[in-house]
């Protein structure tokens, strides 16, 4: 008896082993494919993208930027995954686009476990023209993003305000990493924070 569970013990396990080497690769290659989805989505049009950079931002972590040229050098804006992990189901993961002036030009969901049919809104709920829940167009160094319950201009998703939270808080991180990068505008001044 010992010896047959050992058996099925051992062929379970190699079983396993190969399906998780067999599938290891299609899902990388899947999760690759939608982050660079998420960036040509998130960007206004360009024509280079830069080698991503690694930013962090103290006590919070590390940040990854893209950063987006046309013609001769010309910066028209970057794209940055963030995150919280303040979500309801944990951590969530988003690509935010900002244009030359800082502006968010959209966003994409990257990975979210939120409550079905409340939290995972976020998808959408932010880039719809009702109320005040869309966050397009607005700049994080001029407008409060954060939920009107706690005196900021975004409305909350229905029932789903600690998700809100969270996206919204992930959005603010992108925008700190992004004003923090060489070829960012200042917003006030216009100048950019590149040596000329």
Same mark, same amino acid.
């Given at each position: 008896?010992?010896?047959?569970? %050992? ?13 998780? %080497? ?8 899947? !999760? ?6 998420? &960036? ?20 919070v972590g590390d940040f990854v930027i893209y950063k987006a040229y046309k013609g001769e050098g010309q910066f028209v804006g970057a794209a940055v995954e963030s995150f919280s992990n ?5 951590? &969530?993961?988003?690509?935010? /686009?900002?244009?030359?002036? /800082?502006? &968010? ?7 979210? !476990?939120?409550?079905?049919?409340? /939290? %995972? ?13 869309? &966050? ?14 706690? /005196? ?8 789903? %305000? ?31 924070? !590149?040596?000329?």
């Amino acid at each position: 008896m010992v010896l047959v569970l %050992t058996g099925i013990t051992l062929f379970a396990a190699a079983t396993l082993s190969s399906v998780y %080497t067999l599938t290891k690769a299609p899902i990388e290659a899947a !999760k690759t494919a939608k982050q660079q989805n998420a &960036i040509k989505e998130v960007l206004p049009p360009f024509e280079t993208l830069a080698e991503a950079d690694t930013v962090a931002l103290d006590n919070v972590g590390d940040f990854v930027i893209y950063k987006a040229y046309k013609g001769e050098g010309q910066f028209v804006g970057a794209a940055v995954e963030s995150f919280s992990n303040n979500a309801f189901g944990g951590s &969530i993961k988003v690509m935010v /686009g900002f244009d030359a002036a /800082g502006n &968010i030009v959209d966003y994409s969901v990257l990975e979210q !476990k939120e409550t079905p049919g409340l /939290g %995972t809104k976020m998808t959408d709920w932010f880039k719809t023209d009702k109320g005040a829940q869309n &966050i397009k167009g607005k700049n994080p160094a001029v407008n409060n993003l954060t939920v009107s319950k706690d /005196g900021g201009e975004v409305d909350a998703i229905t029932a789903a %305000t600690i998700s809100s939270r969270a996206f919204l808080e992930a959005v603010r991180n992108a925008y700190a990493v992004y004003a923090n990068h060489p070829d960012a505008v200042d917003t006030h001044s216009g100048a950019t924070a !590149k040596a000329q």
